[in-house]
């Protein structure tokens, strides 16, 4: 018999629904890992807010602490996973923990959107690993497919649906023609959508996912100011209904885009062709479009959060550190921005558009409205009026030509001038295939 080989302790801040599904994966993958890293890896401490609390899996109560102090001075934990989530105290425990020697799996998209180059570059100067892939797309595996399977391609777009809560949400009121607010409610009530959920329904969730996105897409230091953020709360089931009609599915979506050098990202309500696989992504799953110039069109999808699926993606990291510790090239390979960042002028940005006006219905009222978008350079794709006899009201619907945002606002605020307009609605983007 050969002898037994060393146990890799593992510290784990959090105890939560990623926590939780990580100590399951951990058991009921015990082997297969053992085999995979070569050693087994062995949970020394989980650092919790209330140790009394009932937990989703069965914890021996040694293990439970309240004390980071219990897994930054453990000399045995190797390697530390962060699923606490929020920006305090994760981030001083993170630091903590390299600066310490141990390498860092975190979950937390909040905490590497805004301090990611901050950790890695802490990670790196301990020579230590800083892995991240559950903190976008839960369980899909897209970070280390953008850092390592694009390694020999150049990204010039990504995009998809990289936020479950809206898509559950657009999905019913789609499906079920319910309201923005019925909906939601649905959401919560099923545990999909938090207490205060603005920053799932205001796109903010969605806006941090794509600032790791294309940071390691573009090799650029993109921050969230870079992205224009839309989220989904003014949306109307009218507007997901006419939109169906005109053979789209509305969908929330992250884009990046990099043409001639410049960038743009953002997160908008989106009209998506019916036949694109997008439109068929339904409920909470994710799915993401990445196009390199030599590979062209690639696209993942699964599930974007949920206990297992998010701790697969952790687990992975845990692996990956692992290894590299083993080999000695820890904190070598973390990716970071190499070239200056260049956006596009908001003039550069173009799109086709969709919004919807509720006017008097008078005679000369769509003429005066194609007028105003022609005066402006805007041009009309598709315009639809449907008149409502009892209010003596008309929706017009329009879907523009490629158009910069300025030129449409231009326009929008012409017809704002015209005395027989009752309302202009939500302005959605149409995607650009
Ligand atoms: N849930 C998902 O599907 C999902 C998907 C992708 C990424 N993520 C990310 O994963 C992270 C964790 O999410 P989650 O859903 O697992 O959260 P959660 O269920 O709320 O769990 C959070 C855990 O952190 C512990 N905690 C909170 N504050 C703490 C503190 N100050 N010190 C020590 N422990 C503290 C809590 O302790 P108690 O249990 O004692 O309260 C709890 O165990 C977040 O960054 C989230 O964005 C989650």
Do not use: W
Request: some cysteine; charged content about 25%.
């Amino acid at each position: 018999m050969g002898e037994k080989p060393e146990a890799i302790g593992v510290g784990l801040f959090g105890l939560g629904t990623v926590g939780s599904g990580v100590v399951r994966l951990l058991e009921e993958h015990r082997e297969e890992l053992a085999e995979e890293i070569g050693h087994p890896l062995v949970i020394r401490k989980a650092v919790v807010q209330n140790i009394a609390k009932e937990r989703a899996v069965s914890v021996d109560p040694a293990l439970l602490s309240t004390e980071a102090e219990a897994i930054l001075d453990d000399p045995e934990i190797r390697v530390v996973i962060e699923v606490i989530g929020g920006i305090e105290p994760a981030r001083t425990y993170i630091l903590e923990a390299l600066k310490r020697g141990k390498h860092v799996v975190t979950a937390n998209k909040d905490l590497m959107a805004l301090h990611g180059a901050e950790l890695i570059d802490v990670a790196r100067a301990h020579g230590c690993d800083l892995f991240y892939e559950a903190s976008v797309g839960g369980g899909i595996p897209i970070i280390r497919t953008l850092i390592d399977g694009f390694a020999s391609d150049r990204i010039t777009k990504i995009y998809g649906i990289i936020n479950g809560t809206t898509n559950y949400i657009l999905t019913q009121m789609s499906r079920r023609g319910r309201s923005f607010e019925e909906a939601l409610r649905e959401a919560q009530a099923l545990g999909y959508a938090e207490a205060d959920p603005s920053s799932d329904v205001d796109g903010l969730d969605a806006a941090r996912k794509m600032v790791i996105l294309a940071t390691l897409g573009f090799h650029m230091p993109i921050g969230l100011e870079d992205v224009t953020t839309q989220g989904i709360r003014g949306l109307e089931a009218r507007d997901i209904a006419f939109a169906e009609e005109f053979g789209y599915a509305v969908k929330l979506l992250g884009t990046a885009l990099r043409e001639n050098g410049h960038v743009e990202i953002g997160v908008f309500p989106t009209l998506v062709p019916k036949d694109h696989p997008l439109a068929n992504v339904h409920d909470v799953f994710n799915a993401v479009f990445v196009y390199g110039e030599a590979v062209g069109e690639t696209m993942f999808y699964g599930r974007g959060a949920g206990s297992l699926p998010t701790a697969t993606a952790v687990v992975s990291d845990v692996v990956a550190a692992v290894k590299n510790m083993l080999l000695g090239v820890s904190g070598k390979r973390l990716s970071r921005p190499y070239r200056e960042k260049k956006l596009k002028e908001p003039s550069e940005i173009k799109n086709r558009f969709y919004f919807r006006l509720t006017v008097q219905d008078s005679p000369g009222v769509l003429a005066h409205i194609t007028q105003d978008l022609s005066q402006s350079g805007v041009s009309i794709e598709r315009i639809v009026q449907y008149p409502n006899q009892e209010s003596g009201e008309a929706d017009i619907l329009i879907i523009t030509h490629t158009t910069s945002l300025a030129q449409l606002d231009e326009a929008l605020g012409r017809i704002r001038r015209m005395p027989a307009l009752r309302r202009i609605h939500t302005v959605l983007r149409v995607l650009a295939m």
